[in-house]
């Protein structure tokens, strides 16, 4: 069964620091994808990256970078110099790439991250 | 815009009333999902529609029906509303493939603005 851990339920910083938010999957599949999304105090879902299990680099996009470990099963995410309008809950989420139009995104709880000013 | 709509946006029923979620897509998406948002319960999938004409349920099905009214739309229909049902419904339709031209956007869902549901 598939399954992702967002242990952090809530992270608070001050604004400039860099702060980092773990995730942890299971999967029997060999080949998956993973995902970050951020929801705003406005409630919608925003997409922020897709990763495939056959590209373990490390993504970076501003002041946000992705940290894929295989062999821990984790894809964490950090922001640096964190900014208010940071301030957001966090979603990872996994689905099998080769399950076709079937395959699901599993979802973890969820990290609310507070940038503090 | 392209994208998910969803209505209405807020409802307040009381227990034993019914009710249907809408929800249209124009990115001419395959797939088709419902997901409600609990606190601390993160997203759970209530019912999908891998392509039109079929339905399947998720984790959460009981108390809820939906149909795949064609390519475009999915309605959740809740026939008799309870309090546990009380959540924000999402919508979300994601293009299946792994080649073409789109490929980066391959199996990215793409949601509504939310639906915030009371029951009484």
């Known amino acids: 069964a598939q399954k992702v851990t967002q242990a952090q339920t809530e992270i608070s910083v001050v604004e400039k620091e860099d702060v980092t938010l773990d995730c942890v999957y299971e999967t029997r599949d060999t080949t998956y994808y993973l995902f970050w999304y951020k929801q705003p105090p406005s409630g919608e879902l925003v997409f922020l990256i897709r990763?495939?299990?056959?590209?373990?680099q490390n993504e970076i996009s501003g002041r946000y970078s992705w940290n894929f470990q295989k062999s821990t099963s984790s894809f964490n995410f950090t922001i640096t110099a964190s900014q208010v309008v940071d301030s957001a809950v966090y979603f990872c989420a996994l689905s099998e790439i080769y399950g076709g139009a079937t395959n699901k995104l599993i979802f973890g709880t969820g990290t609310l991250l507070a940038v503090q000013p | 815009n392209a994208g998910v709509t969803q209505t209405p946006k807020f409802q307040v029923l009381k227990t034993g009333q019914s009710m249907t979620l809408q929800c249209a897509q124009d990115?001419?998406?395959?797939?088709m999902y419902w997901y409600r948002q609990d606190p601390g319960m993160g997203l759970r999938l209530i019912y999908y529609?891998?392509?039109?004409?079929?339905?399947d349920k998720g984790e959460v099905p009981n108390g809820y029906n939906v149909s795949r009214l064609n390519k475009r739309e999915f309605s959740l229909r809740l026939e008799s509303a309870a309090p546990s049902q009380t959540s924000v419904y999402f919508c979300?339709?994601?293009?299946?493939?792994?080649?073409?031209?789109?490929?980066?956007?391959?199996?990215?869902?793409?949601f509504g603005a939310g639906s915030r549901l009371t029951v009484l």
């Open positions: 990115m001419n998406h395959n797939s």
């Open positions: 529609s891998a392509s039109e004409g079929t339905t």
């Open positions: 990763r495939n299990s056959f590209d373990e």
């Open positions: 979300a339709s994601r293009r299946q493939g792994h080649s073409g031209a789109n490929v980066l956007s391959a199996n990215v869902l793409t």
